[in-house]
């Protein structure tokens, strides 16, 4: 028993110091945001002596985090459903059915993997400058789509291997067709894989900062978090303002984080226990 409470100790203390040390700027910002800028001025580390919101209300109002958050929330939204579909359609096509090149396509989609996207930034920036797409919804969506689904392939593809062929194979002698096993087999089957993707790419398109920045170079089509760095030049001398916006950035993301975790979990775990 001694050993197994002194095993206990020696994890329970380095992930009690990694909780710390993940929660206290949280929980930093949270307490800047609800100072007024003499108070920071005087004693940044102590704490507020009140609940001030109208920080929060100047930069969701005037500074126009509000329509920040609405430009992320639609471009976050479509992209995922987008990637969702394709991601899908390709995980059942190279996981399933039986074509020549199946195998050098699937290495295709995961060379994909290996491009950061700053190696491709500006020829991607003058493509879209010469399709009439800078600084479209549209042509940001179109970038995220491009950027992320490798991976969602990759996922989805390592997910539908781990379902017996012999379901798809009755499914095709009860009469369904290709389509018709993807839409009545496949995506129910693929329900929590399809969730866990949706997930973290949302999370990966809502956290970006340089494709939106490249793409969206005008203030009324800023994603949020392009909004939050604007706001860091602008309320320079205003640090509890400037908290006040990255606190509305977050606060979506940790609520995904807290309600979620099983879910984004198994989908950093899909691609490595399926296939």
């Known amino acids: 028993m001694s050993r197994l409470r002194l095993g206990w100790w020696l994890i329970a203390i380095p992930m009690s110091l990694l909780a710390l040390a993940t929660i206290y700027p949280l929980l930093f910002t949270a307490n800047v945001a609800m100072k007024t800028r003499r108070d920071y001025i005087l004693d940044r580390f ?17 500074v126009g985090m509000g329509r920040y958050f609405v430009n992320s929330l639609f471009v976050v939204t479509v992209s995922v459903l987008l990637l969702l579909l394709l991601g899908s359609m390709a995980g059942f096509a190279l996981s399933q059915l039986r074509f020549r090149g199946s195998s050098a396509l699937f290495l295709g989609c995961l060379a994909g993997l290996f491009i950061p996207f700053q190696v491709i930034m500006v020829p991607l920036a003058r493509i879209m400058a010469d399709t009439a ?48 096993v ?36 005008s203030a009324e089509h800023r994603t949020l978090m392009i909004g939050v760095t604007s706001l860091r030049g602008q309320y ?5 303002t400037f908290a006040s916006g990255v606190l509305i950035a977050a606060i979506p993301v940790l609520l995904v984080y807290l309600f979620l975790q099983r879910q984004i979990a198994d989908g950093v775990a899909a691609g490595s226990t399926k296939g």
């Open 46 to 62: 102590s704490l507020t002596d009140a609940l001030r919101w109208e920080n929060i209300s100047t930069a969701w109002n005037s």
């Open 133 to 180: 797409l800078i600084d479209t919804y549209p042509g940001l969506i179109l970038v995220y789509v491009a950027q992320f689904l490798p991976f969602t392939v990759f996922l989805m593809t390592s997910y539908y291997k781990g379902i017996p062929s012999e379901i798809v194979d009755a499914a095709r002698i009860d009469g369904n067709t290709v389509y018709g």
């Open 182 to 217: 993807y839409r009545r087999i496949m995506l129910p089957l693929g329900t929590p894989a399809l969730l866990s993707v949706g997930i973290l790419n949302a999370l990966f398109c809502w956290n970006d900062v340089l494709m939106a920045l490249v793409m969206m170079p």
């Open 236 to 240: 320079s001398d205003n640090i509890p």
